[in-house]
């Protein structure tokens, strides 16, 4: 577990340094504790999620979205949060995120798949994980392992300027889908282009990728406005392409589990297959949204 080697006690500990009335000692002890709690997570498995895209090798970090009801302990640190995660009496804690702006902290027992991405100047929620999950520990370790060349692939966006496919466009307007993919990541539709359906269901957005690859993750930029229109879009993936795209008739990559917000960035861990795929497709969660709106979609694997 995160963080084994803290006593199960250390939780108590913390409270009873809480509950000191003398600010200069409570703030000596907290110091304490805090190089102690350092001193052994950095023997342990905690890794902080910054992520690496490819086009100019920008980094962000992430914040998990895997969750419907925002659940928060209140924490001074990330040092705390991790310490809670070590000693929850209630479940396994493989991951959590450290809201920061709030000082208040998400344990989760399970890795995450679906994050909102964030410049690293934005530390309002960070997401810490614990690599028991290989896909995990191989998104965040290639650079430390050395891997460059494999790094190299699997930071390149595989989707950019691909063809693409979608079902009829809102018109008139900068809309052709093949906006998704000219590597512009602004949402602010009218002025730059986005992919943006009619009203007319099942809506889909697709990209070929000219050949067959095994996605990892996928990331889609909403627009400035509306941005619920995306909430809950499905990802999928397929080795061939129809007319008319229909809903699960494809392999799955993932569906995101929550209300889309505007001007948001959005990944999506894809599900594994022994197999790879050569289109990706995005779809609206059910026939009675009445728009899709894509403002990039880019696909990441090799």
Not at 9 to 31: C, E, G, Q
Not at 95 to 107: D, E, G, R, T
Request: charged content about 15%; some cysteine.
């Amino acid at each position: 577990m995160l963080l084994a080697s803290v006593d199960k006690y250390s939780r108590s500990l913390l409270n009873a340094i809480n509950d000191i009335n003398m600010s200069f000692i409570k703030h000596y002890m907290l110091v304490i504790l805090h190089c102690w709690l350092l001193s052994v997570s950095a023997s342990q498995n905690i890794y902080l999620t910054t992520w690496q895209f490819g086009l100019f090798n920008e980094k962000f970090f992430v914040c998990s979205e895997d969750f419907q009801t925002k659940s928060t302990v209140a924490v001074n640190s990330t040092l705390e949060c991790a310490l809670l995660c070590a000693t929850t009496q209630f479940s396994k804690c493989l991951s959590f995120n450290f809201l920061a702006s709030q000082n208040q902290c998400q344990i989760f027992p399970y890795l995450s798949k679906h994050f909102n991405a964030r410049s690293v100047t934005d530390k309002s929620c960070l997401y810490y994980y614990q690599s028991e999950l290989l896909m995990l520990k191989f998104f965040f370790s290639l650079k430390q392992q050395g891997n460059q060349s494999l790094l190299a692939n699997v930071s390149v966006n595989s989707a950019l300027q691909k063809p693409t496919y979608s079902s009829p466009l809102y018109l008139p307007g900068p809309t052709f889908s093949n906006y998704s993919v000219d590597g512009i990541r602004s949402g602010f539709f009218p002025s730059v282009g986005c992919f943006h359906s009619a009203q007319s269901p099942p809506s889909w957005l697709a990209v070929d990728l000219l050949e067959t690859f095994v996605v990892y993750y996928v990331m889609l930029v909403n627009r400035d406005a509306v941005g619920e229109r995306l909430s809950r879009y499905i990802v999928g993936l397929n080795r061939s392409l129809r007319s008319v795209v229909k809903r699960w008739d494809y392999d799955l990559c993932g569906q995101y589990p929550k209300v889309t917000v505007s001007a948001s960035w959005y990944i999506t861990l894809c599900n594994s297959y022994s197999y790879a795929h050569r289109y990706v497709i995005v779809q609206s969660a059910n026939d009675t949204d009445q728009y899709l709106t894509v403002c990039e979609l880019e696909v990441y694997g090799q």
